[in-house]
């Protein structure tokens, strides 16, 4: 029997006006969702992104690739994919890739769940749905390692 990894690792929901972000840990299996950072046509800010890997100094990313329905690639995957290589060649960390298809849905769920009596809805969803879908990206990601990654 091998030893699991306490690998720390931070996952990502790229979108062109906000990247979600979690971080999460191999040994538990768990992900946190930790924060939103802004975008400018998909163009990351990169100190806020820098500022983040410092802080938690992670062993490897995730980012969660946006496929259609029947499992082709989707508008965005091209530019998910040059993302979290961007992430790779700027840290020197291992980025791998992973369905997010159903990440933005279970994110919604959660949310929903937590915030049904509260008036101030609309806010706390576009407040928080990215970093919940990263959340869910890098679940995912943790229950099942995914086999496509870069060096």
Do not use: C
Request: glycine share 8%; hydrophobic share 40%.
């Amino acid at each position: 029997m091998s030893a699991v990894a306490a690998r720390t690792l931070l996952g990502f929901d790229y979108g062109l006006k906000r990247i979600g972000v979690a971080v999460g840990q191999e040994l538990t299996g768990s992900a946190s969702a930790l924060t939103t950072v802004a975008a400018r046509d998909g163009k990351p800010d990169w100190e806020a992104i820098g500022r983040l890997i410092e802080e938690w100094r992670p062993d490897a990313v995730v980012v969660g690739l946006p496929l259609n329905a029947d499992g082709s690639d989707h508008e965005l995957s091209r530019r998910a994919r040059r993302f979290g290589n961007q992430l790779h060649g700027r840290y020197n960390l291992p980025a791998h890739f992973i369905d997010e298809r159903l990440s933005s849905l279970e994110a919604e769920a959660r949310l929903r769940d937590g915030v049904q009596k509260m008036a101030h809805r609309r806010a706390l969803y576009k407040e928080n749905i990215d970093k919940l879908a990263a959340q869910v990206i890098l679940e995912t990601w943790l229950s099942a390692p995914p086999p496509q990654d870069t060096p």
